[in-house]
């Protein structure tokens, strides 16, 4: 548009330059400038806020609180030793008398520092908030700056960034651990896991969203006839109990929730051999699962409808002492983790001589189930948000956000390593996981994820590229 009304503003000078060698008149060009002249005053307005709020926060004010509570629990630590001496050493005359004048010049001194404390954090907090109001102004007026911007560079550039943050991250969920510590082809007949890919699917149940604890997935050793049967246990009494399981007889059917069968464990909840906690089972026609308020592994046979169990190891956690959590956040009731793979079932719990370190061991899938060998680590399950296994490998994850966990440790009970640096990731449709387990035959993991079912097809290295 500038280079228009020059150029036509030159042609009139020209032309007009030629009529005023002929009749003597003069010549005036006005040159229009239609676009808004741009606000360069607030802009440096806004920058001049910019630096006053940088010089406004500083590294001294926010050091200055937490010097201030080191040194408050500094001389707490020492009046309570004062006073651990002079219970211990009072003779009731002038020690005693001397001692509780040191006591009191000491919490003196601690009532300062509270009260400087105090002051400091009202003041921190007042500055935050004028900060925070600062920062809102000057937010809106770049925003109205942006109508300058006619060309929108700053818009693209954008949506440039986001789209190459979009990128990056897809990039990294593409990328598989390159040596993950699964057993040999020989130990693992389908050769190393190397990544997991999905989710392949994901629906709520029948059950809505009103049970967000639970647990599904196929029978990896089913009875004839019963290979495309899917299980269902939602745990339907305050998130913690359960006392039936469902069965749906192929995937569609369990889609739309038509012709589900219902297997009664018990009357009602909780009683005895009621479900505890969501990490179940199902394994050779049996379902797997913690006994109500015992150190028991529970076994309930689907076809004769009786139940079995065996004692956990003497002081084994149970009753949420040792769930799976991350940060503030716990999956109540979530002690015992049950887990099938290539050679049968096995139970993930803790104890207190463990240091609350997982413990695996292995269920013989026999009626009463009976333990057999048991393998300590060294992985704090109150770090772990769920476990599953493997070729006899037992593999944890952990929350990264919302979108994604990750399987960042394993443990070869044929080999006793342990490895903390895996990197393979699981894209969520929900932030929670409440069960995790792996399915040799089809080789899924399925997950119960804030009452939703998701299933993921797991990659090993010779099916990596097929």
Same mark, same amino acid.
């Given at each position: 548009?500038?280079?228009?009304?020059?150029?036509?503003?030159?042609?009139?000078?020209?032309?007009?330059?030629?009529?005023?060698?002929?009749?003597?008149?003069?010549?005036?060009?006005?040159?229009?400038?239609?676009?808004?002249?741009?606000?360069?005053?607030?802009?440096?307005?806004?920058?001049?806020?910019?630096?006053?709020?940088?010089?406004?926060?500083?590294?001294?004010?926010?050091?200055?609180?937490?010097?201030?509570?080191?040194?408050?629990?500094?001389?707490?630590?020492?009046?309570?030793?004062?006073?651990?001496?002079?219970?211990?050493?009072?003779?009731?005359?002038?020690?005693?008398?001397?001692?509780?004048?040191?006591?009191? !010049? *000491?919490?003196?001194?601690?009532? /300062?520092?509270?009260? +400087?404390?105090? #002051?400091?954090? =009202?003041?921190?907090?007042? $500055?935050?908030?004028?900060?925070?109001?600062?920062?809102?102004?000057?937010?809106?007026?770049?925003?109205? !700056? *942006?109508?300058?911007?006619?060309? /929108?560079?700053?818009? +693209?550039?954008? #949506?440039?960034? =986001?789209?190459?943050?979009? $990128?990056?991250?897809?990039?990294?969920?593409?990328?598989?651990?390159?040596?993950?510590?699964?057993?040999?082809?020989?130990?693992?007949?389908?050769? /190393?896991?190397?990544?997991?890919?999905?989710?392949?699917?994901?629906?709520?149940?029948?059950?809505?969203?009103?049970?967000?604890?639970?647990?599904?997935?196929?029978?990896?050793?089913?009875?004839?006839?019963?290979?495309?049967?899917?299980?269902?246990?939602?745990?339907?009494?305050?998130?913690?109990?359960?006392?039936?399981?469902?069965?749906?007889?192929?995937?569609?059917?369990?889609?739309?929730?038509?012709?589900?069968?219902?297997?009664?464990?018990?009357?009602?909840?909780?009683?005895?051999?009621?479900?505890?906690?969501?990490?179940?089972?199902?394994?050779?026609?049996?379902?797997?699962?913690?006994?109500?308020?015992?150190?028991?592994?529970?076994?309930?046979?689907?076809?004769?409808?009786?139940?079995?169990?065996?004692?956990?190891?003497?002081?084994?956690?149970?009753?949420?002492?040792?769930?799976?959590?991350?940060?503030?956040?716990?999956?109540?009731?979530?002690?015992?983790?049950?887990?099938?793979?290539?050679?049968?079932?096995?139970?993930?719990?803790?104890?207190?001589?463990?240091?609350?370190?997982?413990?695996?061991?292995?269920?013989?899938?026999?009626?009463?189930?009976?333990?057999?060998?048991?393998?300590?680590?060294?992985?704090?399950?109150?770090?772990?948000?769920?476990?599953?296994?493997?070729?006899?490998?037992?593999?944890?994850?952990?929350?990264?956000?919302?979108?994604?966990?990750?399987?960042?440790?394993?443990?070869?009970?044929?080999?006793?390593?342990?490895?903390?640096?895996?990197?393979?990731?699981?894209?969520?449709?929900?932030?929670?996981?409440?069960?995790?387990?792996?399915?040799?035959?089809?080789?899924?993991?399925?997950?119960?994820?804030?009452?939703?079912?998701?299933?993921?097809?797991?990659?090993?290295?010779?099916?990596?590229?097929?």
């Amino acid at each position: 548009m500038m280079s228009l009304l020059f150029s036509v503003c030159v042609t009139t000078v020209f032309l007009t330059s030629v009529f005023q060698s002929v009749s003597g008149t003069p010549c005036v060009c006005e040159l229009k400038n239609l676009v808004r002249p741009f606000p360069f005053s607030k802009l440096d307005n806004i920058n001049r806020a910019a630096s006053q709020c940088n010089g406004n926060i500083t590294p001294k004010e926010m050091k200055e609180a937490s010097g201030l509570m080191l040194g408050l629990q500094s001389r707490l630590k020492q009046l309570e030793e004062s006073v651990s001496v002079l219970e211990r050493e009072d003779d009731g005359k002038l020690y005693g008398a001397v001692s509780l004048r040191i006591i009191e !010049l *000491e919490l003196a001194e601690v009532l /300062q520092l509270m009260l +400087k404390l105090n #002051e400091t954090l =009202r003041s921190n907090q007042r $500055l935050s908030e004028k900060t925070i109001a600062e920062l809102q102004g000057m937010l809106e007026d770049m925003q109205n !700056l *942006e109508d300058f911007d006619y060309m /929108q560079v700053v818009k +693209k550039q954008r #949506e440039n960034q =986001r789209m190459k943050r979009d $990128l990056d991250r897809c990039q990294n969920e593409l990328q598989a651990t390159a040596w993950p510590p699964t057993a040999s082809p020989g130990h693992c007949p389908q050769g /190393q896991l190397v990544n997991v890919s999905g989710p392949r699917t994901y629906s709520l149940t029948q059950y809505g969203t009103s049970y967000p604890y639970g647990a599904w997935g196929k029978d990896p050793k089913p009875a004839p006839g019963k290979e495309g049967m899917y299980w269902l246990v939602a745990l339907t009494s305050s998130s913690v109990y359960a006392n039936y399981v469902r069965q749906y007889n192929s995937w569609s059917t369990m889609m739309v929730g038509v012709g589900p069968t219902d297997a009664s464990i018990s009357s009602s909840n909780p009683t005895t051999n009621t479900i505890q906690g969501p990490n179940v089972v199902m394994y050779g026609g049996a379902l797997y699962y913690g006994c109500y308020n015992t150190p028991y592994v529970c076994r309930f046979n689907m076809s004769d409808r009786t139940v079995s169990n065996v004692a956990l190891p003497p002081n084994t956690g149970i009753n949420n002492k040792f769930p799976f959590a991350y940060l503030d956040l716990a999956y109540t009731y979530t002690d015992l983790d049950f887990a099938t793979d290539e050679s049968g079932v096995w139970v993930i719990y803790t104890s207190p001589e463990n240091f609350g370190n997982i413990i695996i061991s292995e269920v013989l899938a026999k009626t009463p189930p009976v333990l057999g060998r048991n393998w300590k680590t060294s992985l704090h399950k109150r770090t772990v948000t769920n476990t599953f296994m493997v070729c006899g490998v037992l593999y944890a994850t952990r929350f990264l956000n919302k979108e994604t966990e990750e399987i960042f440790y394993s443990f070869d009970t044929r080999t006793g390593i342990e490895r903390y640096d895996l990197r393979i990731h699981l894209k969520k449709m929900q932030p929670n996981v409440q069960s995790l387990n792996y399915n040799p035959q089809d080789r899924m993991l399925y997950m119960y994820s804030d009452a939703y079912i998701l299933s993921y097809n797991v990659i090993f290295s010779d099916t990596l590229y097929a």
